[in-house]
């Protein structure tokens, strides 16, 4: 039924509650590929960057920026291998940006079939306050969004 399932995590224990149900969903519609996506925040560079340095600005900028991706990349290494085990096609990335709206993006471009994904359960002035990752994708995503709260099973 799914061909492709991406599973945005965040490198929190949420992603823990996440796993067993897309492996169950991945075994059950015997998906061809699970996709681990990883939305880093882009760098913050201080301004006040020091003109007796060897580097540019922009190679400073590239270098940083590297290194939040290669970070963010590192993240997905133990859920990947847990869903390799258990005998799921799985494969991983990561990119910058403002998760909700760089998860709709990936998940159009690599024509993604399901979306699942946690929710850190705030409701009420905590979710107005904070906002909603889950809740973003799933009212601006084309594909249905299957959203796991923490505790639930």
């Not at 201080?46 to 007796?52: G, H, I, M, T």
């Not at 799921?88 to 709709?104: C, F, N, Q, W």
């Not at 002035?125 to 909603?132: E, K, L, M, N, Q």
């Amino acid at each position: 039924m799914y061909r492709k399932i991406l599973v945005p995590l965040d490198d929190s224990d949420l992603d823990e509650c996440v796993l067993p149900h897309v492996e169950q969903a991945a075994k059950e519609s015997q998906t061809a590929e699970v996709i681990l996506l990883h939305v880093c925040e882009p760098p913050v560079v201080l301004a006040d960057y020091p003109a007796s340095s060897e580097k540019h600005w922009e190679e400073h900028i590239k270098q940083e920026t590297a290194h939040i991706q290669h970070q963010c990349q590192l993240s997905l290494v133990d859920a990947e291998q847990r869903l390799k085990k258990a005998g799921v096609k799985v494969s991983s990335d990561s990119t910058l940006g403002r998760a909700p709206k760089e998860i709709v993006d990936y998940a159009v471009k690599n024509q993604v079939d399901l979306i699942i994904m946690a929710s850190r359960g705030h409701s009420g002035i905590a979710r107005w306050i904070f906002g909603s990752t889950a809740h973003k994708v799933r009212r601006a995503s084309p594909v249905p969004v299957m959203i796991i709260k923490p505790g639930k099973g």
